[in-house]
């Protein structure tokens, strides 16, 4: 495994337990309790943390494809341990304004390090083969968030079993333990280290799409072995590594095939090319965080505010939300592996948003409960699979920049929990379940056309950044870190 790799998984958790214990559900319930019961003044914190976010990540995505990813890694870092430090003079003397301050602290250090972070990740993990590793990443990552609630149980257990101001504090201290080790993590990451031609991007203009016939090619008369393929994409790219294909023949064929290949491939009556795909998954991305906004932060509200449930209750629920996630990551990545990425993650999603309709309507504690968990193992078990397929098909010189989207819908889940601040007020929390729900479908439907553009089989991406990298590393070597010229996204 890559160094980057490992060193990525171990701030995953570190990061993620940070998060669990200090800046998501007890921060959210002590600003309630602070502010006098106010949950417009929980979105607003939560939307400065989203805002300085948004407004430091595109110039950090920017410079990671520029300049270096690692060295806005390590300013990252420098941030992190200035959030931690304001963090704890907040809680100790509990000024809101410094709830606010740390809030847009740890806002930058988001900022900064999750493009070029998430960049280096996917340069470390080879083409066709990130479904796995992102979804194991993505089960850490959420396996990691039952170690707060865990903790929260043991130190509510000792401490009484109430929303008071002394337990949150010992929580939210613990907690910025962990953001300081995480911090100091990012002085370890290396550009260096990250792979070659490996990890490069395909164009899903000239793989083969799902059904195409396998052709077996014998050796000719020469003893030039053509191999077995599976469209005219994959045998031109095999071509490409003979030595009797002329260099300017090769260009001219390769590119009048994918030309041709484009050309075939469309949908919604000729107004979506396979150059749609990132994008459409990015957009999905945004609607959910917008709906997540709106929602998540005030789901241990309503289940605190009107059905009295204690702080171990709320740990336990968040706890089996956890574990259940992992489950269904990893059981998403293997029914992909049949079913296909994207249809596996659509099926997902519609199933996560009828769970979320029907606990809005419905009353029984133990019911909402049930649903609660099961959707939120449904609506994140996508997700990595989402974006291993970014990846997959946009460029590295490009990684940097469609990592800052992440940063976007970062701030749109903290932009959209002022709206559900606004909302949970006006109306009711149910209410607001529903609009989320509506959010979320629409962001799932937008999927459905660009089905047939992604191959159910990641092997068929492998093989094609195979081929591209002997026939472009002839002379040049495989970690010179160029493109194999099959990058979905270009550079302009």
């Excluded at 490992?6 to 995953?12: C, K």
């Excluded at 559900?25 to 002590?30: A, F, G, P």
């Excluded at 460029?395 to 992440?406: I, L, Y």
Aim: net charge negative; hydrophobic share 50%; aromatic share 10%.
């Amino acid at each position: 495994m890559n160094p980057n790799v490992r060193l990525y998984l171990l701030f995953t958790v570190l990061w993620r337990v940070t998060g669990s214990l200090s800046l998501r559900n007890v921060m959210s319930i002590y600003v309630y309790l602070l502010s006098g019961g106010s949950n417009s003044t929980v979105g607003l914190i939560s939307g400065l943390n989203g805002v300085v976010n948004l407004a430091l990540a595109l110039p950090a995505g920017y410079f990671a494809d520029k300049v270096s990813r690692q060295l806005l890694l390590r300013i990252a870092g420098g941030v992190g341990v200035a959030a931690t430090l304001v963090t704890v003079v907040a809680v100790a003397t509990d000024k809101i304004w410094l709830f606010y301050a740390f809030n847009a602290l740890w806002g930058a250090f988001e900022g900064l390090q999750s493009a070029p972070l998430s960049a280096l990740f996917a340069d470390s993990v080879p083409t066709g083969g990130r479904s796995g590793i992102f979804s194991a990443q993505y089960a850490i990552s959420e396996g990691s968030e039952f170690v707060g609630p865990l903790l929260t149980v043991l130190l509510f257990a000792g401490l009484g079993n109430d929303w008071e101001a002394g337990p949150m504090r010992v929580v939210m201290y613990l907690g910025m333990v962990f953001g300081l080790a995480s911090s100091a993590c990012l002085y370890f990451f290396a550009d260096d280290v990250a792979l070659g031609l490996d990890s490069e991007a395909v164009s899903l203009d000239a793989v083969p799409l799902d059904g195409e016939e396998q052709e077996e090619e014998e050796e000719d008369d020469d003893g030039d072995l053509v191999g077995d393929v599976s469209s005219d994409g994959a045998e031109l790219a095999l071509l490409a590594t003979r030595g009797d294909v002329a260099g300017d023949a090769e260009v001219c064929v390769v590119e009048g095939t994918r030309a041709g290949a484009a050309r075939q491939r469309t949908t919604c009556f000729g107004l979506l090319t396979p150059r749609a795909v990132p994008f459409l998954l990015v957009a999905t991305d945004l609607c959910f965080a917008w709906g997540a906004g709106m929602t998540v932060a005030y789901f241990s509200l309503w289940l605190t505010n009107e059905y009295h449930l204690s702080p171990i209750g709320l740990s336990l629920v968040v706890i089996a939300g956890c574990f259940a996630t992992i489950a269904s990551t990893t059981g998403a990545q293997r029914i992909s592996q049949w079913f296909g990425r994207l249809q596996t993650s659509i099926t997902f999603k519609f199933s996560g948003i009828a769970c979320l309709v029907t606990l809005s309507i419905i009353q029984p504690l133990w019911l909402i409960v049930v649903l609660f968990v099961v959707r939120v193992a449904f609506a994140r078990a996508g997700v990595p699979l989402d974006r291993s397929i970014v990846m997959d098909v946009v460029s590295k010189e490009m990684r940097g920049r469609w990592n800052t989207f992440e940063a976007i819908g970062a701030v749109s889940f903290t932009g959209s929990a002022v709206i559900g601040g606004y909302l949970v007020d006006a109306t009711s929390y149910r209410t607001t379940f529903l609009i989320t729900a509506a959010l979320y479908s629409a962001g799932t439907s937008i999927l459905i056309p660009i089905l047939p553009f992604v191959p159910r089989s990641e092997k068929v991406l492998r093989m094609s950044t195979g081929y591209a990298a002997v026939g472009e590393g002839e002379g040049e070597g495989q970690a010179d870190g160029g493109t194999s010229g099959g990058s979905e996204l270009e550079d302009d």
